[in-house]
């Protein structure tokens, strides 16, 4: 039997191996980041989000990834330092990972086989067409970009997939977020 989403290990931005499962029993919203990237001010965003629903039961999960556009460059201590001072992030940062590709994490071919389409926002599937017209292909169920959100459930499970131009506060987010805090 493979193993479960929750025993996926990573580590922590600090070098330390963590895994999903240290935060097992809450619901977790599990985002690769970057920290030049034109998304980069939903920190912000998923920083108010963490700090409303963190006593709730809810986590924020932070995947540095550089596969778009090198728009995260940095090494470790460059993405903390940025996050804490430019956004006043709070929430779990991790190691910088492979999102996407050749050399994909384990997490991230679990969290995408899980959750094969993202849902797109009132847009539609605008974020995809604008990649294409700067010649960025993406494949079936592939991450489409930075700010890409899974939301795991409490019992380990994806519950849903955001597009990265769905906001982390946007109504398809929060209702969704509520829902599994129930």
């Known amino acids: 039997m493979s193993e479960s989403l929750e025993q996926i290990p990573v580590k922590g931005i600090d070098g330390k191996p963590s895994s999903l499962g240290n935060y097992g029993g809450k619901v977790r919203l599990v985002v690769n980041v970057a920290s030049k990237c034109g998304l980069t001010p939903q920190y912000e965003a998923l920083e108010a989000l963490y700090r409303k629903y963190k006593d709730k039961g809810f986590e924020v999960l932070a995947f540095p990834a550089n596969e778009f556009g090198a728009q ?30 050749e050399g994909q994490h384990p997490l991230y071919q679990s969290l995408t086989k899980a959750q094969p389409e993202a849902t797109l926002g009132e847009a539609g599937d605008t974020f995809r067409k604008k990649l294409e017209g700067y010649g960025v292909k993406t ?23 955001f597009a990265p131009d769905v906001t982390p506060d946007s109504p398809l987010v929060t209702s969704a977020i509520e829902k599994a805090l129930g």
Not at 77 to 98: A, L, Q, R
Not at 139 to 161: M, T, Y
């Open 139 to 161: 494949g079936p169920g592939e991450i489409l970009w930075n700010f890409e959100k899974f939301l795991v459930g409490k019992d380990g499970k994806v519950i849903q997939r």
């Open 72 to 101: 995260e460059p940095g090494t470790e201590d460059e993405i903390k330092e940025f996050c804490s001072t430019k956004y006043d992030v709070t929430f779990p940062m991790f190691s910088k990972i492979v999102v996407k590709g």
